[in-house]
């Protein structure tokens, strides 16, 4: 790990039914000859030119160095604490704060942060009101039948398993016990594009917590953000100074503190920038996957998450419109804003072409509601798709006449940009649980050292996004483009393609095993030429999402049997949309979203478990789109054989096990985990292999060290940056149940 956190600042990576379940495939499995190492299979080149970190001096796009960042947020008091920056958005309390940043502190600031928890309240109030199942925000009564608040809710399938819907408990934002730790600043000049100036400044905040309990502390982050949005004002030169201060330092342990005081006098000096708005991303909702299972939705675990912008209205924090979000219910329902929008895209059409496009405020939702599992393919995440029909897209597509298109094609192509774009489609195309930003897992609150031992097993190794590691080599080239004084190139390719390179126009990096791609459909590929890429051969392009209406436009590519390795996704699923529109947001009834058949894509049994054959692992386990495993050789347990290798395409991790589940009716205890789970041949990931959609780059625990991998075998992998996927739901800092009642 100690690699990670010496490059963190400048790398641009961080170092988020009663159908039965289907029936064992009866073909031979995939034997491995006992003492021969695992096919690597076909991993995603190495994107050396595309993702090589800056040194000193070049373009800075993310701080996340954690020593850093415990200098810049240290105590509430400190310049980019969460508490020191709502100080400066609005009227702030006296008394001077002590200690971490806390809930309660932050409940002082009543007309900025108790406005925003006050809605956040009434959102989950009207969220489970409307939804009217069982449900539970008291970790403790997820088992107690007695506890339930319907009647299928008691039986023993629900309750007395556990299968309850998990809710946010809103008293989490003014709670004493809650923290809100710095996770990342980011730079983005590019935003320029949207709101002028020279772009923004971001500082993201995650929400934690530490409580102190008989023989140790209970610690963990939680599945919700708070990005505070800054406006970087315009220089008069192009943004060519403002660009050349956002240069990256060298950090060592020792000049930390040095580095904070540099940035504070340059970029991050707080009065550079003016407070813009307060982005909220919360998951409100988890649906376990045994829950999805008895149900008969049969995803493997689901979660609903809610999306909220506020800005200051006099002196007040107040929800606003969401970035190219439609409000869908108002638009179906007034033929005079559905023509609005119709007209509107067909003007604007070359914007959105380009991908720097602002639909106007009239057409807005003030609140977005976004879905996983397997968001990219389902309706609930496609507002446009819900109000335009694909030969209504095809028209405008077609009586706007592009000349030269770099993405829209065709109506297809053209609800794919605008889907993509919409707060609930950039919320689940390649993102990590709903997430672009999760932040290093650093010390945080006052006890930072118990902290850290209290998190072993529950700690993310990449932080970002595929989407995001995507994201920044084009981000570069804007920010050297201006410091330059050179025009930038405004085009965003999509939000699910690999990183590219730069030049006269973007060359995309062929993506790896696991990554998404462009279906085609009638021998077409989705968008324009310019914004296609392809699988790294020999792997291909799999429809593994699909549902009766077409909107899965991604598929994923996939090696062919002879060279899968651990963790591959193994069975496809067709997704049937819930129909019933919502009171509070037109998708919220979404959950009711059911996989209807899930079948195998490769021959391999989906019974016991040995080391010599590769298994299939089902879907309603909590494994999305199912997971090649096997279990591991004796040798493969020392990890020894991998901190050789260059880049391992598996490893022996942790998976699941017996009482892996106990945590979630009560808290996340590091020991328990710990003795709780088993071990698995999981496929590796690194800041240049990241995890499939609806996986996690995990890292690997210090516990190991006690399960026999010996401690510099361990401590050479931290260094390196290697952690294993998973399911985002396996990890307990990214689900809602398995944390302490807040006070």
């Known amino acids: 790990m100690m690699r990670t956190i010496a490059a963190t600042l400048a790398m641009p990576w961080l170092l988020g039914c009663d159908r039965s379940p289907p029936a064992p495939s009866p073909a031979a499995a995939i034997e491995l000859p006992a003492g021969d190492p695992a096919p690597a299979g076909d991993r995603e080149p190495a994107r050396d030119a595309a993702t090589a970190p800056p040194g000193e001096g070049e373009p800075l796009q993310l701080l996340t160095d954690p020593r850093v960042l415990a200098v ?144 140790g502390m209970a610690a963990s982050r939680l599945p919700l953000t ?14 060519r100074s403002v660009a050349r201060r956002w240069r990256a330092p060298a950090i060592d342990d020792a000049n930390a503190e040095a580095v904070a005081a540099a940035l504070l006098q340059g970029p991050l000096r707080p009065d550079a920038v003016r407070f813009a708005q307060l982005e909220l991303d919360a998951q409100l909702v988890r649906f376990p996957s045994d829950l999805e299972r008895v149900d008969r939705r049969d995803f493997a675990g689901q979660a609903l998450y809610l999306l909220r912008i506020f800005a200051l209205r ?13 409000d869908v ?40 509601l976004s879905y996983s599992t397997l968001g990219h393919a389902r309706l609930a995440n496609r507002p446009f798709s819900a109000l335009l029909q694909p030969q209504e897209a095809d028209a405008l597509v077609a009586e706007a006449g592009l000349a030269a298109p770099r993405f829209v094609a065709d109506g297809r192509s053209l ?66 483009a201006l410091a330059d004084g050179r025009a930038p190139d405004r085009f965003r390719p ?77 069975r496809d699923a067709t997704i049937e949309a819930a129909t019933a529109p919502g009171r509070f947001a037109w998708n919220l009834r979404a959950f009711e979203d059911r996989v209807t058949q899930q079948n195998p894509r490769y021959a391999l049994g989906t019974g016991a478990i040995t080391t010599r054959a590769y298994n299939c692992r089902p879907a309603h386990i909590g494994v999305p789109l199912g997971r090649v495993t096997r279990n591991c050789r004796a040798d493969e347990r020392t990890l020894a054989a991998v901190v050789d290798q260059a880049e391992p395409s598996e490893l022996c991790a942790v998976v699941g096990g017996r009482g892996f589940e106990a945590m979630a009716t009560g808290v996340f205890d590091h020991r328990a985990f710990a003795d709780s789970v088993v071990r698995g041949m999981l496929d590796a990931c690194d800041a240049v292999h990241p995890c499939r959609e609806d996986y996690i780059c995990q890292a690997l625990p210090e516990f190991l060290a006690s399960k026999g991998v010996a401690a510099q075998t361990l401590a050479a992998l931290q260094r390196r940056g290697l952690g294993f996927c998973t399911p985002t739901y396996f990890v307990y800092q990214l689900r809602l149940d398995g944390h302490p009642n807040p006070r």
């Open 329 to 368: 219910e108002g638009i179906r329902a007034d033929p005079a804003r559905r023509e609005a929008l119709r007209r509107w895209l067909l003007e604007h059409m070359a914007e959105v072409d380009l991908g720097v496009f602002q639909l106007p405020e009239p057409l807005l939702a003030d609140v977005a």
């Open 314 to 326: 006099g002196d007040v924090l107040r929800p606003i419109p969401l970035e190219n979000t439609p």
């Open 226 to 239: 708070i990005n505070v949005v800054f406006a970087v004002p315009d220089d008069g030169e192009q943004c």
């Open 72 to 215: 810049l947020d240290r105590d509430a008091a400190s310049p980019w604490s969460l508490h020191a920056v709502l100080a400066r958005v609005g009227p702030a309390p006296r008394d001077a704060p002590s200690g971490a940043t806390t809930g309660a502190m932050l409940a002082a600031f009543q007309s900025t942060w108790g406005a925003v928890a006050d809605v956040v309240a009434a959102d989950v109030a009207r969220v489970v009101e409307e939804l009217a199942i069982d449900w539970e925000d008291d970790i403790t009564r997820t088992y107690d039948r007695s506890a339930a608040r319907t009647a299928v809710g008691g039986d023993a399938d629900h309750r007395g398993n556990g299968n309850v819907a998990r809710v946010l408990r809103a008293s989490w934002l003014r709670s004493p016990d809650a923290r809100f730790p710095l996770a990342a600043l980011v730079y983005r000049p590019d935003r320029r594009d949207f709101v002028g100036g020279c772009g923004e400044l971001r500082a993201i905040y995650r929400l934690a917590y530490e409580i102190p309990r008989s023989g």
């Open 494 to 570: 999509h939000p699910a393609a690999p990183p590219a390179t730069w030049t006269a126009a973007p060359v995309f990096a062929d993506a790896g095993s696991n990554a998404p791609c462009l279906r085609e459909r009638d021998g077409t590929a989705t968008l324009a030429a310019p914004a296609r890429w392809r699988c790294a051969p020999p792997l291909r392009c799999s429809a593994m999402v699909d549902d009766a209406q077409g909107h899965a436009n991604l598929g994923m590519c996939l090696p062919e049997q002879a060279q899968l390795h651990a963790g591959e996704a193994c």
């Open 415 to 480: 609800l794919e940009r605008l889907d993509a774009a919409s707060c609930m489609g950039c919320h689940q195309l390649a993102s990590t649980a709903g997430f672009h930003l999760l932040g290093v897992d650093r010390p945080f609150g006052d006890d930072p050292g118990a902290v850290m031992a209290a998190t072993d097993g529950n700690r993310l190794q990449l932080a970002i996004s595929p989407h995001l590691l995507a994201e920044l080599p084009r981000r570069r080239a804007y920010l050297d």
